[in-house]
C-alpha cells in the first residue's frame, strides 16, 4: 500500500502533537493525512476519545492507517473493541504510555489509564525505546504482544517526540513507509 491509497489518521496522545512533534509534519507532508480531533486534549476521557477515532473511521473513504503517539495508541486500544474486522486497515503505535504515567497526569480518566489487552482487529507495530521516560521497553514489548503487534526497537531514544529530538523523525517515516508496504 502506498500513503496516498490510505487514509492515515493521526492520533496524538495527551495534549495533542506541537507543530514540531513529528506526527504534525507527517499530517503536514502526507496529502491523505489528517488529524483525530479532541475535544479536550488534556482530560482523556476513553469513550469519547475512542468514539472520535471510530467516527473518523467510518467516515474515511480509502483504507485506513492509523498513526498513534503515546496515550494516542491507549485511545487506539480502546476504539479497537468498537472497530469491525476490516475497518482498519493496519494500526503504526509508537511509544505507548504505560498505565502509572497515564495515572500520574493531571484529570486523567482512571479507565482511559487501564490498557486494554485484547488482540487488535487489524495488524499493528508497537514502536518502543529502551529509554522512554512515560512505559519501559518491557512493557511496550507485552502490549504489543497482548494486541497481537509486531514490536519494533527504537534503541535508545527516549519518548520519540521533539523533546527526544524526534521532531521530523526521518527514521520513523521509513518504518511507516516499510508498514505500509507490508499491508499490502
Known sequence: MKSSEADILIIPGWSGSGPDHWQSRWEARLPTARRVEQADWLRPQREEWAGRIVEAVRAATRPVVLVAHSAGVSAVAHAAEHLRPGEVAGGFLVSPA???????????????????????????????????????????????????????????????????????????????????????
Not at 504489543?144 to 517526540?161: I, M, P, Q, R, Y
Request: with cysteine; charged share 25%; hydrophobic share 40%.
Open 98 to 184: 504505560s498505565e502509572d504515567a497515564k495515572r500520574a497526569l493531571p484529570d486523567m480518566e482512571a479507565a482511559f489509564a487501564m490498557h486494554r489487552r485484547e488482540t487488535l482487529p487489524f495488524p499493528a507495530t508497537v514502536i518502543a525505546s529502551a529509554t522512554d521516560p512515560y512505559c519501559s521497553q518491557d512493557e511496550a514489548r507485552a502490549l504489543a504482544e497482548a494486541w497481537g503487534a509486531t514490536f519494533v526497537d527504537a534503541g535508545d531514544s527516549g519518548h520519540l517526540n521533539s523533546d527526544s529530538g524526534h521532531g521530523p523523525w526521518p527514521d520513523g517515516l521509513l518504518q511507516f513507509a516499510s508498514f505500509l508496504r507490508r499491508l499490502g
